[in-house]
């Protein structure tokens, strides 16, 4: 079974400082690991995705995410801040193509001016 | 390419009432997801279909959820009766099952607030 942990609930951090949050998952079996952005009364949108080969992966909006296999974390890293950041952040897991996602309980960031 | 659509946005009902929600997912995309989000966590999946047929409703409450797609395209979901812990926002999802791993597509969800 996979499981996602992400700590800290709330990250509040200044406009044009690095964002940062974190996310470790437990899985039996090489994972597949998401990032998804969630704005109010919205559905999630995909950040990026990690599948395999190159470990520091990129996506929207200037996002990344490295890999660390030894350390089982997936943090997802911006380097500065924009007002517009500012929503919940999903990491998730998965084992194969169509498998479910696996959510943890979501991080949100707040961007202060 | 239009994305994955629910209705209703919103729904307020009483406690044993019923309720449904109905997902359009994208064209093309034979697999579709139900996942129920709680206030303060994760979404967590019920249902998924693989066009009109059931792959895992393993966590479903099937006492009192169901859910079908009988054409392998559009899909709904019931709760009859509900309860007050079934208020969350009801996500639909979809992807294209040959890519591998396929991303999945969420819609803007069913806020259901159960009174």
């Known amino acids: 079974a996979q499981s996602v942990t992400q700590l800290g609930s709330h990250v509040s951090v200044s406009e044009g400082a690095l964002v940062l949050l974190r996310c470790n998952y437990s899985s039996s079996v090489p994972p597949y690991l998401f990032w998804y952005v969630q704005y109010p009364n919205q559905g999630l949108q995909l950040l990026l995705k990690?599948?395999?080969?190159?470990?520091l992966v990129k996506g929207i909006n200037g996002f990344e995410a490295e890999f660390k296999k030894s350390e089982t974390s997936f943090h997802l890293t911006k380097p500065s801040a924009h007002m517009s950041d500012a929503a919940e952040y999903f990491c998730a897991v998965s084992t194969s193509g169509n498998t479910p996602l696996v959510f943890g309980k979501g991080t949100r960031l707040s961007v202060i001016a | 390419e239009a994305g994955v659509a629910q209705s209703p946005r919103y729904k307020i009902i009483e406690k044993r009432q019923s309720v449904a929600f109905w997902c359009n997912p994208i064209?093309?995309?034979?697999?579709l997801y139900w996942y129920q989000q709680i206030l303060g966590q994760g979404p967590k999946l019920l249902i998924q279909f693989q066009n009109n047929g059931v792959v895992d409703d393993s966590q479903l409450p099937k006492d009192r959820f169901s859910a079908e797609r009988l054409k392998g395209v559009d899909s709904t979901l019931k709760i009859q009766p509900a309860k007050l812990e079934d208020s969350a926002v009801y996500l639909c999802?979809?992807?294209?099952?040959?890519?591998?791993?396929?991303?999945?597509?969420f819609g803007p969800g069913t806020r259901l607030l159960v009174l």
């Open positions: 990690y599948t395999t080969g190159a470990t």
């Open positions: 999802a979809s992807t294209v099952t040959s890519a591998n791993p396929s991303s999945q597509y």
């Open positions: 064209s093309g995309h034979a697999t």
